[in-house]
């Protein structure tokens, strides 16, 4: 069965400077979300997209924004990079039927900032 | 706020030692208790959702169970294999995204 699909699953940039992560969803789920985990912490909400419309938003900082296109996917478009924003960014989707939304989960992609 | 709180945060157990993992929440109308498995650098992968109290669900050696206050995860006769960190989320009445706990990171010794 398809699965979320993140990109790029490594990045490595320099302070200061900018980074997009993409998320694919799994076909048919109308819902988006983007966490960041860092070292040894449970993932924080940061934002979420339900028919490509921003629907929740959590600490996610001004430097960083988002958006989900007309094909589903999103982006995670991060600037001015900070040591802190070292992590792992998953991005997750759940088709919002009746019932407990299931969130299926990328494998990540892992940014280290220099 | 929704407040989501795990123990142990660190179980070791040996081969074939049954044990129980807490998940204790605060939330303002339940929608749904997940809980995930998760292997270092890799996502969350679901295991169960529970709806309300007194529900049971049970997949291969792990039992979840729900209260109105908490869930537990038991694990039955556990092998290296389910060595993970067990992550519980809850899921609001109106909303769609998982406030997660801090996890509980499980190493099973054979």
């Known amino acids: 069965a398809a699965g979320v699909i993140q990109s790029p699953r490594h990045l490595i940039k320099e302070k200061r400077e900018t980074a997009t992560l993409k998320c694919y969803p799994i076909p048919r789920h109308d819902t988006v979300y983007w966490y960041q985990q860092g070292p040894g912490q449970d993932p924080q909400f940061l934002i979420s997209?339900?028919?490509?419309?921003?629907?929740d938003k959590g600490s996610i900082p001004d430097r960083f924004s988002a958006q989900q296109f007309s094909d589903y996917h999103s982006e995670l478009n991060m600037s001015s990079l900070e040591l802190g924003d070292s992590a792992l960014y998953f991005c997750?989707?759940?088709?919002?039927?009746?019932?407990?939304?299931?969130?299926?989960f990328g494998a990540g992609s892992r940014l280290t900032v220099l | 706020e929704d407040q989501v709180t795990q123990s142990p945060e660190a179980l070791r157990l040996q081969e074939g030692e049954s044990s129980s993992l807490n998940c204790s929440y605060t939330v303002s109308g339940l929608r749904g208790l997940f809980w995930y498995r998760q292997d270092p650098g890799k996502g969350p992968e679901f295991l169960f959702t529970l709806y309300s109290a007194g529900e049971e669900k049970e997949k291969e050696r792990l039992k979840a169970t729900l209260t109105k206050k908490e869930s537990f995860l038991h694990i039955t006769a556990p092998k290296p294999e389910d060595s993970a960190t067990y992550l519980c989320a809850v899921q609001e009445e109106y909303g769609n995204k998982l406030v997660f706990g801090a996890g509980t990171i499980l190493r099973v010794k054979s």
């Open positions: 997209f339900y028919e490509k419309m921003q629907s």
């Open positions: 997750a989707s759940s088709f919002a039927g009746a019932g407990a939304n299931v969130l299926t």
